[in-house]
């Protein structure tokens, strides 16, 4: 795998220049959102590497020129496929794996669990038509017959909780440790 410093370096670089901005129609930054989903995950005695993807599940959002507005446009820009190619210099799949089906989790918990949908944020339930509202029965077998379904399946539940302007975390410092323990260990 690539140096972990050069990730490492990336990354402050990529959350330095658009961490701050909202997190798509959300009440938290983009940094906030990711610290809030890799702090829930920890919390939930996640392994390393699946704090790792949920620091950075949304990296494809920070490496979009427009992310906001083609939301606005009600374009999908696939951003867990940016993100799942960017983090495969790194990561092996238990990181990018999750981080590629969290979008597809969503879409799964909405056609699986019957009160999930009732519990996304507006801005959620916006993106999921945009990205192909519930699954059909063929896609959720599809989508169970991943590996690591699972892990998708927690950390998008995660990704729902993790809009709390209010909530305390561990700092960047901190997870973008466990990152490079995850990366070095790859």
Wanted: charged share 30%; hydrophobic share 40%; proline share 4%.
């Amino acid at each position: 795998m690539a140096d972990s410093t050069q990730l490492i370096d990336d990354l402050r670089d990529m959350i330095a220049a658009k961490g701050g901005n909202l997190y798509g129609g959300e009440s938290v930054t983009q940094e906030q959102h990711a610290l809030q989903c890799a702090q829930l995950a920890q919390d939930d005695k996640a392994p390393a590497s699946l704090v790792a993807a949920a620091l950075l599940h949304d990296i494809g959002h920070l490496m979009e020129a427009d992310f906001e507005a083609a939301m606005d446009r009600g374009e999908d820009r696939f951003h867990e496929n940016l993100g799942e190619r960017f983090l495969t210099r790194w990561f092996g799949p238990e990181v990018t794996e999750p981080v590629r089906l969290h979008v597809a989790a969503k879409r799964y918990l909405c056609a699986t669990d019957p009160d999930y949908h009732d519990r996304l944020s507006p801005a959620s339930v916006h993106t999921l038509r945009i990205q192909g509202g519930p699954m059909n029965r063929d896609e959720v077998a599809a989508f169970e017959a991943n590996p690591h379904y699972r892990e998708a399946v927690r950390l998008r539940i995660w990704d729902d909780e993790g809009k709390d302007p209010d909530m305390n975390t561990d700092s960047l410092d901190h997870f973008l440790g466990i990152v490079r323990q995850v990366a070095e260990a790859a």
